[in-house]
């Protein structure tokens, strides 16, 4: 890229940071340094706030860089995570946001330790949802990366490097002095400027092709070497029956996944009521709606005008298909509006991350605070430490996220983030759906449940091809692949809720009646919700 692409792109860059670092010192400056401040924002946002932070917090790099670059490279089988991601809305919005709003505090783990022994379920659940948050922080990083190689020329592995570090450093400074308050205005902020992006990008390529989709499409199969075929199902996932299952393991993964992602679930305790979580969704929907439709033209659009093989060429993985596309859009490599567009755009990919991965962070530290040293803390200390710990967490939950993130630089956004969302359907959905649902379940149950998803999960993906025995694994020159699938949901997810069922069955514990009564009447009515 040229210098002016570099200078302009940076600047921008700068501009959002400064931004966003103004926010988190104000709001560190206003604030009492209460738990619920610092996990909660003191419940103060309104639904309209809350949906467009939700929305905010849901469209990562993934999404607009991973999923448009998966489009472009394999088509419909690409369009597949668009589809995925936003249906699985709509299992948030029936079955867990306003229960999960009404029975919990601040964490997952607050929902089902209302009804069972806290300690063993707060270390289960808190164990789960940081493992599931690095995953996600690593699908983040890693677009940083991509994003910042691409500005630089695209051969600077030191410049990947310091970004990585760079956008690790951020988040922690957002998370210790904001809390809860600056990563929500920080989330908001960033979805305003990428909806606003990804609309300019959209009309752009509608009015290139004079608002014919049909013509858009068919650009877009013809340029992508496949024909018809890039149309039609099976380019990435049908060319055999592994594929197929590879398929169906991450259609679950990403459409059950969502209602099990820790920093999501943290985002209904931040509005006054339940009503008002409930509402929140309702805006996120809408939002992430008309954002998941756009990165269908984009994906296709990006296929059409630049081509799959030069964004292969750029990154193999298709995470910079959008950036290309605006530079194509706006005039070309030399042109003046090319080089602002492609700007604008990378600067918002980058807000983007760094509002995501705060968000992120930001959940897992409480997991840590909340749930694991609160379980371990000794009985006279003070509650005020425990925010100190969350702070603590933050750092240390930043360094394991960029030591990964530089390991798994060169693996897709969206497949990464495929990989987190089958691990917190695996591991955190069955026992929150059991807690909220089942008058039966135990405390054996909910450890069961949670250890019988994550393990599972975890080991399966250290024995896939993503680890080792494939030119793309993480680690090309070795093989200890065993199992076939990149995806483990179609196995670690019944596992998850098998093994929840069968420690209760064998549990000697008698499930307290009084108590689910107690919890079912909360979650349904808000009667006693903090």
Not at 42 to 55: D, K, Q, Y
Not at 86 to 112: H, I, Q, S, Y
Not at 503 to 519: L, N, Q, Y
Request: aromatic share 10%.
């Amino acid at each position: 890229m040229t210098g002016n692409h570099q200078t302009l792109a940076l600047l921008l860059f700068s501009a959002f940071v400064a931004v966003t670092l103004a926010i988190t010192t104000w709001v560190s400056r206003n604030r009492h340094g209460s738990a619920e401040e610092f996990y909660a924002g003191g419940r103060l946002f309104s639904p309209m706030e809350n949906g467009f932070a939700i929305a905010g917090d849901y469209m990562s790099a993934a999404s607009f860089l991973g999923i448009s670059g998966l489009i472009a490279l394999f088509g419909y089988d690409g369009m597949l995570y668009s589809v995925g991601f936003l249906v699985a809305w709509l299992v948030v919005l029936f079955l867990v946001a306003e229960l999960v709003r009404n029975c919990g505090r601040f964490t997952l783990a607050d929902v089902v330790a209302a009804r069972m022994r806290e300690r063993p379920v707060r270390i289960a659940a808190g164990t789960s949802s940081v493992t599931v948050s690095v995953l996600y922080l690593v699908a983040q990083m890693v677009g940083a990366g991509s994003l910042v190689a691409l500005l630089l020329g695209g051969t600077s592995e030191a410049a990947q490097t310091w970004t990585v570090i760079g956008v690790g450093a951020l988040m922690v400074i957002y998370v210790s002095l904001g809390g809860m308050r600056a990563t929500t205005w920080i989330q908001i902020v960033k979805a305003v400027l990428l909806l606003s992006g990804t609309i300019v990008l959209t009309v752009l390529v509608l009015v290139r092709f004079h608002g014919n989709f049909d013509q858009l499409l068919l650009t877009a199969a013809e340029r992508s070497g496949h024909g018809e075929k890039f149309l039609a199902p099976g380019l990435k996932y049908g060319e055999d029956w592994t594929a197929r299952f590879d398929f169906m393991s991450l259609g679950l993964a990403l459409v059950l996944g969502t209602a099990g992602l820790p920093h999501i679930l943290s985002r209904f305790y931040t509005v006054p009521t339940a009503r008002a979580a409930r509402r929140s969704v309702v805006w996120s929907i809408g939002l992430i709606g008309g954002f998941y439709l756009m990165t269908i033209v984009l994906g296709f659009g990006a296929a059409a005008i630049v081509g799959p093989e030069a964004v292969r060429g750029s990154n193999a993985a298709g995470n910079t298909a959008v950036p290309l596309l605006a530079l194509d859009l706006g005039g070309g490599t030399d042109s003046t509006g090319g080089t602002v567009l492609f700007a604008i755009v990378a600067a918002i990919a980058f807000a983007t991350i760094l509002a995501v991965v705060a968000g992120v962070t930001l959940a897992s530290s409480a997991s840590v605070a909340h749930d694991l040293y609160a379980s371990l803390r000794r009985p006279n200390a003070k509650p005020r430490s425990e925010v100190a710990v969350a702070r603590v967490a933050a750092v240390g939950i930043g360094v394991v996220a960029i030591g990964l993130g530089l390991l798994a630089r060169d693996l897709n956004v969206a497949f990464l983030v495929g990989l987190a969302f089958a691990v917190a359907a695996s591991a955190n959905l069955p026992v929150l759906l059991y807690s909220l649902f089942w008058r039966g379940f135990t405390t054996r149950g909910a450890v069961w449940a949670v250890y019988g998803g994550l393990i599972p999960a975890v080991v399966l993906v250290l024995l896939s091809p993503v680890v080792s025995g494939s030119p793309a694994s993480l680690f090309p020159g070795v093989d200890f692949q065993v199992f076939p699938l990149q995806n483990p949901g179609l196995v670690s997810i019944p596992l998850g809720f098998v093994a929840g069922w069968l420690g209760t069955v064998t549990s000697a514990e008698v499930a307290d009646e009084a108590k689910h009564a107690e919890t079912e009447v909360r979650s349904l009515t808000g009667a006693g919700a903090a």
